[in-house]
């Protein structure tokens, strides 16, 4: 027997329709969706300002209305995610009113608290904790603009909590992304915490389903074959000795083979020995692979070591404004033509008096998505001029998006794109990563019926 | 300096590659297509060859980890993001397409070509 721990999203705006199509073609125990990157939780800050009730990911209401035949039908399905996001309470609420209304009141629905720490970090300072930025080696103190947002990345211990308390739905805010794999795996095989080896075993199929798809053969080198527009998304069957079988439902599109799941061990890592997560310190380099079957990949992982005594926080600060634009340029003169454009946009910004501190002009069509690794042709049929500035005053970069559609009639012939109206001024959230220690940090688990959340 | 994309041997004939962010750094996994493949790799992929490669980029540090047993290779390209995440202003803010590039990396031809290709 296995335990068949399945992911249908891979971020916030991932396909809403695959955990529904995945429930539908394939029988799983538990259904994950991971929803937060590293900045998502700032942009959740921002809309819980405008509105408390908010700071989630709305997308899981209309996902949670999907699976709600699913959820009448088959007793053994469970859905963990970490689309509370900001506000992991209020999300319980909108959830439990969808289970209610569908006469599935009595359902249990865990929620996971306690990642939140921006109301603590000034207390947490005073006690001593100096927030050390890990790239920098700068103090927290050191940070002028304001904190937007600041979450520990809690481990798979409460998600395994809830479920153990009756919890089918979890909902938590900032866990580690493996931990919504590790988690369940915990409750159904009651494994010690420090049984490093086998949580570090579950902890390699979480990372591997995490992204979704992209375990599945999306964003695949290989890609062109492997029959994407009804991609299965993926399905780790992790057995008690914590090895694991990665697949998709039958009759789906995509592909898993050894080549397939290695880009995704590989994906976003450091050094692959010391891959802390806050459960396990998981060592890629002793990770095998064998395919077992048609789109059958086992993963056996041969060593785990402790984990360590604080977690790792993402704090995002305010860090000013910024705006793209981009106008596209026609003929065979193009390349010289859209820098000539550019440098009458900020020739022009200087006039008004403008200055910012950055600014970049890219030319798209010839190169410029990895600036500088091949050589600019002699020549284009056409490109994609696009102009972005950075700056700590809203009004600046406001003043920059007002200078692209003057061109119309003010610059080179030959540019269009007009249509899509002034860019837009967005929010700069730039991240700050470091560290907690966990005896700081307190996990809350609170498991109610639907019912009772909805009340 | 800009690398030629005439060269006849690139890295995306034996390996395949994807890349992502980690803050301001770029990962770019490289999963050799067969064991010679992976054997030549270790030898001709270097850090000092994916350095100059991505050059233009402004990494200050690129590392390269090695997990023989998967025939594949991490390497971190330090702070060549632009700010990252949401401060870059680049199209690519997060470093997607450096899988794509890298596989069209000219290698050194090595002296027997087909071995390593018909390997895979």
């Known amino acids: 027997m296995t335990v068949r721990i399945a992911n249908a999203a891979g971020f916030l705006g991932d396909n809403v329709d695959a955990p529904r199509r995945l429930v539908e073609a394939a029988e799983v125990d538990f259904l994950t969706l991971e929803y937060l990157a590293e900045l998502t939780l700032s942009i959740m800050a921002r809309q819980r300002q405008k509105d408390p009730q908010s700071g989630y990911a709305r997308d899981l209401l209309d996902v949670t209305e999907s699976l709600i035949p699913a959820f009448q039908q088959q007793q053994q399905l469970h859905l963990v995610t970490n689309g509370g996001g900001l506000n992991p309470v209020a999300c319980a609420r909108a959830v439990a009113g969808i289970f209610a209304a569908a006469d599935l009141g009595e359902a249990s629905i865990g929620v996971v608290t306690g990642d939140d720490l921006s109301g603590n970090i000034q207390q947490l300072q005073q006690d001593g904790c100096v927030f050390e930025n890990l790239d920098t080696g700068e103090p927290l103190s050191s940070l002028s603009q304001p904190i937007i947002s600041a979450n520990a990345y809690l481990g798979a211990e409460p998600i395994a909590a809830a479920l153990d308390d009756g919890a089918r739905i979890v909902l938590t805010g900032r866990v580690a992304d493996a931990a919504l794999c590790v988690g369940p795996a915990v409750h159904r095989y009651s494994w010690a915490w420090d049984d490093w080896n086998r949580l570090s075993a579950a902890s390699v199929a979480g990372h591997v389903i995490e992204c979704g798809a992209q375990a599945t053969g999306g964003y695949a080198t290989e890609w062109d074959g492997f029959q994407l527009e009804d991609v299965g998304y993926p399905i780790a069957e992790l057995a008690e000795d914590g090895s694991s079988i990665i697949t998709k439902p039958t009759g789906t599109g995509g592909t898993v083979n050894r080549r397939t799941v290695s880009e995704q061990i590989v994906y976003e890592i450091g050094d692959p020995r010391q891959y802390m997560t806050p459960d396990v310190v998981i060592d890629f380099t002793s990770v095998e692979l064998e395919e077992v079957g048609a789109d059958r990949v086992k993963i056996t992982v041969a060593g785990g070591n402790p984990a360590p005594d604080s977690y790792k926080v993402s704090l995002a600060y305010a860090d000013g404004f910024t705006a793209s634009g981009q106008l596209l340029v026609y003929g065979s003169d193009c390349i010289a033509k859209a820098k000539k454009a550019a440098e009458i946009i900020f020739a022009r910004l200087t006039q008004a008096g403008v200055e910012f501190e950055e600014t970049y002009c890219e030319l798209l069509g010839v190169g410029d998505g990895v600036p500088g690794v091949h050589a600019e042709p002699e020549s284009a049929t056409e490109v994609m001029m696009r102009l972005s500035v950075r700056d700590p005053r809203r009004k600046a970069v406001s003043r920059f998006a007002k200078e692209l559609a003057p061109l119309i009639t003010s610059g080179p012939a030959g540019l269009a794109g007009y249509a899509q109206g002034r860019p837009q001024v967005r929010p700069v959230f730039a991240y700050w990563p470091t560290l907690v220690p966990k005896s700081a940090v307190e996990a809350s688990v609170s498991v109610r019926t639907a019912s009772e959340w909805n009340q | ?120």
């Open chain 2, 1 to 120: 300096m800009a690398a030629s994309i005439t060269t006849s041997f690139t890295l995306g004939q034996i390996a395949t590659a994807r890349s992502g962010d980690k803050g301001n750094h770029a990962n770019i996994g490289v999963v050799a297509k067969s064991l010679a493949a992976y054997e030549y790799l270790e030898q001709e992929l270097t850090e000092e060859r994916v350095a100059e490669y991505f050059a233009s980029l402004g990494a200050n540090k690129v590392v390269r980890f090695e997990l023989p047993k998967i025939q594949a290779f991490n390497f971190l390209l330090h702070n060549c993001l632009g700010g990252g995440a949401s401060r870059s202003l680049r199209i690519d803010t997060q470093g997607k397409l450096l899988g794509t590039a890298i596989s069209q990396m000219p290698l050194p031809a090595p002296e027997d070509v087909s071995a390593l290709i018909d390997a895979v």
